[in-house]
């Protein structure tokens, strides 16, 4: 079983940052690949970005390419997003999920975290 608890979110103006943290605890979580969903109210929930476990390749949605970045620190078991040039319309709960298999631009993964809030004021 794997835990995921993600933090960093918070409220910040149009143009401004944020980084998010998902801490992973279990057995073997250097294995798993990681990713970033968000929802916003009344909407679908939305692939982010993700990485492979060994952080050597991610991928993002063309909503955020070029402006949210990825990072892995596999000794600390924590993926960061940090998450430049806000948007309102990036505003959503954030949650990372982990699974073990590819592909892993999916929206089908094993664990999820319960998320944080992310709100950008214009």
């Known amino acids: 079983q794997v835990q995921l608890v993600e933090s960093g979110g918070g409220m910040v103006q149009a143009g401004g940052s944020l980084r998010l943290s998902c801490k992973a605890s279990g057995p073997s979580v250097s294995d798993y690949h990681l990713g970033w969903f968000r929802q916003a109210p009344g909407k679908e929930r939305q692939f982010v970005a993700a990485i492979t476990s060994t952080g050597i390749t991610s991928y993002y949605a063309d909503s955020v390419q070029g402006r949210f970045a990825l990072s892995r620190n596999n000794a600390e078991n924590t993926v960061y997003l940090q998450m430049d040039s806000l948007e309102p319309g990036d505003t959503a709960v954030y949650s990372c999920?982990?699974?073990?298999?590819?592909?892993?631009?999916?929206?089908?993964?094993?664990?999820w975290g319960q998320g944080t809030q992310v709100t950008v004021s214009s």
């Open positions: 999920a982990a699974k073990r298999s590819r592909p892993i631009r999916s929206h089908e993964y094993d664990y």
